[in-house]
């Protein structure tokens, strides 16, 4: 099977920061990769626009050793000039006069315009104000943001009406690349493609769910920013949040942009307030051969967590009484984000105690190895008799799609090509975000004014122990990481 490749319509896309860390790791690769499989158009010009003083030449040069490092490991060096081709450099300044000029005479008239806030978020007001005094931005101009997207509810307000005061809100494309992950999307499509999930899809047959974000890495390098924010506003506000509202949302009636956000906004609204013995708190240690995390932080009394394990309610009626478990932290032991909705056991087994309990598991995995996998419980094979064991079905069908399933586009370059394609089902709306950081908030405020002290946990452990007990004390465990 070939997958299609349809082209989106000629457009200009402008990265402000354009030399900076996401763009050379990801934007920059992500579209030269679109530009070979033959979905970016022949008249689509890249523009970045940074700080940096440089000439084309100079850019074109960054652009080229950025794909090297990051991008596809087999390189047509014909295809790579033509992209560099399309690449042009401005230096502009986001919150001074230079360089909008020049940007202004540059923008074609005819192509969709969007802008890429590759930034930090508090230069966000000063582009899209200049955006629009110079009349770069068109009504029909997309523009593009990065997380974080504020640190508490006040700060995101703040942001949205920022950005509202210069565009509306479907030209607002809120990024969080989880959402553009392939198996996340698959989700939706094995949710509300197929009969076979739904009727089950409720508190009645499902025991619960756990959404594991894992990371082998330590917050080295970006320790002393990290430590004003903390895996609560890093990680679960916005990623384990959005994979929380997918597997919970109500089947929309269409799969268009509101509809779907309107559902996931439904989901966070009836997330129940959190109590402080729901949530567990950690930091990691130092190891023989690496820091702590305080080292990290460069903070000795930090209280910045490096890890959360949550255990959320959603009150409405298809989830109550089933709890949705999260965790994500830093330098565990070994790097994993999966869904895992764990199924209730038969109610009955005809098969006598000595044959175990099993239950069903639908697994989402994001990372590594993006796929979807059922645990089923079959006959071990052999002449032992009647003995069940649990075996994954792999639902990836990567033999069935074939090479199809190995050009699975990264996150990033799918979303920038629903950005030209003017689709923000995938993007987080505003109200959207605020919610989330309203559900937060609290947790925040509560730990600082209890003074709150994460548990330790072993680098290159599975998290603290607590953790662990949060499962462990009604019956249920984690799964292995
Ligand atoms: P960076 O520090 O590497 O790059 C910042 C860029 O902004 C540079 O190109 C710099 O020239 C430009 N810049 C700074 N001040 C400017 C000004 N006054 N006028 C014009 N340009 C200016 O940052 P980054 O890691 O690329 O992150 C960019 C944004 O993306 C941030 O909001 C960050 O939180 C977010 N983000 C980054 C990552 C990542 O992996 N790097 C992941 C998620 C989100």
């Not at 991008?71 to 790579?80: C, V």
């Not at 903390?230 to 268009?256: K, S, T």
């Not at 394609?421 to 959207?432: A, C, I, S, V």
Request: one cysteine or more; a negative charge.
């Amino acid at each position: 099977m070939v997958s299609r490749v349809i082209p989106v319509d000629p457009f200009d896309l402008v990265i402000f920061g354009g030399t900076g860390d996401l763009a050379k790791r990801k934007i920059l690769p992500g579209l030269f990769r679109r530009f070979v499989s033959g979905q970016m158009p022949s008249e689509a010009l890249i523009m970045g626009a940074a700080r940096a003083k440089m000439n084309d030449t100079e850019y074109r040069d960054l652009v080229k050793i950025a794909i090297l490092e990051f991008g596809s490991a087999s390189l047509d060096e014909k295809l790579l000039v033509d992209f560099l081709d399309k690449v042009t450099y401005l230096r502009i300044d986001a919150t001074g006069e230079a360089g909008w000029l020049e940007l202004s005479q540059s923008m074609r008239n005819g192509p969709v315009r969007a802008f890429y806030f590759s930034v930090a978020p508090s230069l966000f007001g000063a582009l899209a104000e200049r955006l629009k005094k110079h009349k770069i931005a068109l009504s029909d101009s997309r523009i593009v943001v990065e997380k974080p997207f504020g640190r508490d509810l006040e700060s995101a307000k703040i942001l949205n009406a920022t950005l509202a005061a210069h565009f509306s809100e479907d030209q607002i494309y809120r990024i969080d690349h989880y959402l553009g992950k392939e198996t996340v999307q698959n989700l939706m499509a094995v949710r509300f493609g197929n009969l076979l999930f739904e009727p089950l899809w409720n508190s009645q047959y499902i025991d619960h769910i756990q959404i594991t974000v894992a990371e082998k890495v330590d917050v080295e390098g970006r320790g002393e920013y990290y430590n004003t924010s903390g895996a609560m506003r890093d990680m679960v506000q916005n990623h384990l949040m959005q994979l929380l509202c997918l597997i919970a949302m109500e089947p929309p009636a269409q799969f268009n942009p509101d509809a779907v956000r309107d559902e996931k906004l439904k989901v966070i609204r009836a997330l129940d307030k959190v109590p402080p013995h729901h949530i567990v708190r950690g930091q990691y240690e130092a190891s023989s051969d690496s820091f702590g995390y305080r080292e990290h932080a460069n903070d000795a009394k930090s209280r910045t967590e490096s890890y959360v394990a949550i255990k959320a309610h959603v009150s409405n009626w298809r989830w109550a009484g089933t709890p949705f478990y999260m965790r994500t932290g830093k330098r565990l032991r070994s790097r994993c984000s999966e869904i895992a909705v764990v199924f209730k056991q038969p109610p009955h087994s005809i098969f006598g105690s000595e044959a175990g309990t099993h239950r069903n598991a639908l697994v989402i995995r994001l990372q590594p190895d993006e796929g979807i996998t059922m645990d089923m419980t079959i006959k071990e094979p052999g002449p032992g008799g009647m003995r069940l064991i649990t075996v994954p079905l792999d639902m990836t069908f990567s033999e069935a799609l074939g090479p199809a399933a190995e050009e699975v586009p990264d996150a990033y370059e799918r979303l920038i090509m629903d950005v030209i394609r003017g689709n923000q089902t995938l993007f987080m709306r505003g109200d959207e975000v605020e919610a989330a950081w309203e559900w937060t908030d609290p947790i925040i405020k509560g730990w600082k004014e209890r003074n709150d002290v994460p548990k330790p946990y072993d680098a290159g452990s599975s998290g603290p122990d607590d953790a662990l007990m949060l499962l462990h004390r009604e019956d249920r465990k984690w799964r292995p990481i």
